[in-house]
């Protein structure tokens, strides 16, 4: 059966995350339905992050095996046809080995976290944003994150019911920046890892925005990862502030 | 009655325009409803452009006369308040002499359009861009653009329905330029003059997006302009994609 890779791109906030839920809406359902209407099924596909309620997806990727030799454009464009209307599309398809997997053949995940600095509440990027009416010194937030690079027990920024077999992870880039939205500044967290421990990110941002907001000395957070303890971390953030961005493979898999 | 300046913000997409209707949702109305919140109505508010369904506000400037001489600061925030969860929000607020009005005071507005060029269906920009998926060449359109700037009879760019005295018209600005979005890249339309015309700026872009696409010619704007028919515009195109981006007044009235 010919394996296609799937990039996908998808709005959060009508969804109970990523995976197939029994009575809730998914992205996995709806792209699953999808492929049930172009094939017979069951359809089962998997994806490089199983991102959780509400979370965004750029540059998610997914895999499907298929019976026919679907020509890749014509099964997104065909995909994108019964994906509508929800905010689910499928922005670039590849045809694989079949021994290639959008889960382990990855090697690396970005995420991207947004978050707007504003007072009244917003429009155009409700459900999108994480919205924080303070602002918050990047400076010290990047000092903060700085400690967090490199390989660590990362026991205090995982979520109880994590389900990865070590807390040892190694974080390649955790940047901070401010950048100009549309609906006003907001700050930006890139983060980047070959792979995370369930709430890593959220955790990183709920406790980073404590050190921007003064509440912590950068030096806290350092203490906080040292002490390999759940409870030394700050607040973990909402989600819909949460894209998962990129996924890095020995090959592009859409390179064409 | 203290007068006060409202700048507002809004998601176009659950309103039929900003003007208050019997049986639909209007922005006006929305604004309205939750000034009897504060005080007892009815209330009447003028705003300085009445955008369309579908059609977003991101510097839309409004007026309300109170009973009380509200804080400003607590007055938008109260009012934010009641606006919830409506996509409208009051982002500025001042207090202002009572013969300063939204509409008449105004001596400019500027609209900002979005097109977003790629195939795939947007979802976080769902209803907030109009969508191509073919290319567009800016520098034609500049240059049909070119044509409309300085004063005309923009006839052949007004709707049937447009209330306006005279066609005659002075355009201060049509800028096309095109920038990396979120989704994808997107070509903007600055336009800005002290007045339009009923449908004068879907006029503009549905007409400029043919030269976009290689169908027109730049030149062929400037043989539509002066032929002064409404028969030789180009296609509308979709409200969605426009904003009222800024209204300017002789004084800035959120100027602190």
């Not at 019976?67 to 997104?76: G, H, I, Q």
């Not at 046809?81 to 499928?90: C, D, E, M, R, S």
């Not at 400690?147 to 390649?172: E, M, N, Y």
Request: aromatic fraction near 8%; hydrophobic fraction near 40%.
């Amino acid at each position: 059966m010919p394996r296609f890779a799937l990039k996908v791109e998808y709005h959060g906030a009508p969804f109970a995350g990523w995976q197939r839920q029994k009575d809730q809406p998914s992205v996995q359902g709806a792209i699953e339905d999808a492929l049930a209407r172009l094939e017979p099924g069951p359809h089962t596909i998997a994806a490089a992050g199983r991102t959780d309620t509400g979370v965004h997806g750029l540059g998610q990727v997914a895999h499907c095996d298929m019976a026919k030799a679907w020509d890749p454009f014509r099964l997104s464009e065909a995909l994108n046809y019964h994906l509508k209307p929800a905010p689910v599309a499928i922005v670039d398809c590849a045809q694989l080995d079949d021994d290639w997997h959008a889960r382990f053949s990855a090697i690396e995940r970005q995420y991207l976290f947004r978050i707007l600095i504003r007072r009244a509440p917003a429009t155009h990027d409700a459900g999108q944003v994480w919205q924080l009416s303070h602002d918050l010194d990047v400076a010290a937030m990047q000092e903060a994150a700085d400690h967090l690079v490199g390989q660590h027990d990362f026991t205090t920024f995982r979520s109880s019911i994590c389900q990865a077999a070590s807390p040892l992870k190694t974080l390649d880039e955790l940047r901070v920046e401010r950048v100009q939205g549309f609906s006003g500044p907001e700050i930006h967290f890139h983060v980047r890892a070959r792979s995370f421990l369930h709430n890593q990110v959220r955790s990183f941002v709920g406790t980073l925005e404590r050190v921007g907001a003064g509440a912590w000395d950068p030096v806290d957070v350092k203490d906080a990862l040292e002490a390999c303890d759940r409870a030394a971390c700050g607040p973990v953030c909402p989600g819909h502030g949460l894209y998962l961005a990129r996924v890095g493979y020995p090959q592009d898999p859409f390179a064409s």
